[in-house]
């Protein structure tokens, strides 16, 4: 069983950043972070091979979002920049160690964590 924990969501204005944070409590194969807007089905944005490192982004925020690793600390973060409001949502942290799956299976993502609301004013 792998517990995350997500920090970091706030609000800020169109243009600006925000950093999320995903501690977890062991090590995956893969984490990811996902959104979903009420109403609609939760959308995978980012994914980290833990080991590799290899990144993979949705085409609604590659460019604009980072997702990045602290080994050490078993934390996964996302950078996201040049924020819009559409952007505005729950973001949830993700990991499995489907390892045969890859990063990029959305559905095979079992642990989640509580959430953090990112809302940007135009």
């Known amino acids: 069983q792998v517990q995350l924990v997500e920090s970091g969501g706030g609000s800020v204005q169109a243009g600006g950043s925000l950093k999320l944070s995903c501690a977890a409590s062991?090590?995956?194969?893969?984490m990811a972070w996902f959104r979903q807007v009420p109403g609609k089905e939760r959308e995978g944005i980012a994914s980290?091979?833990?080991?590799?490192?290899?990144?993979y982004y949705a085409g609604s925020v590659k460019g604009r979002f980072t997702i990045s690793q602290d080994n050490g600390k078993n934390t996964v973060y996302l950078q996201m920049k040049t924020l819009k409001p559409e952007d505005t949502t729950m973001y949830y942290c993700?990991?499995?160690?489907?390892?045969?799956?890859?990063?990029?299976?959305?559905?095979?993502?079992?642990?989640w964590g509580q959430g953090t609301q990112v809302t940007i004013s135009s």
């Open positions: 993700a990991a499995h160690s489907r390892v045969a799956n890859g990063c990029r299976s959305w559905s095979s993502y079992s642990y």
């Open positions: 062991s090590r995956s194969w893969c």
């Open positions: 980290i091979q833990i080991l590799g490192g290899s990144t």
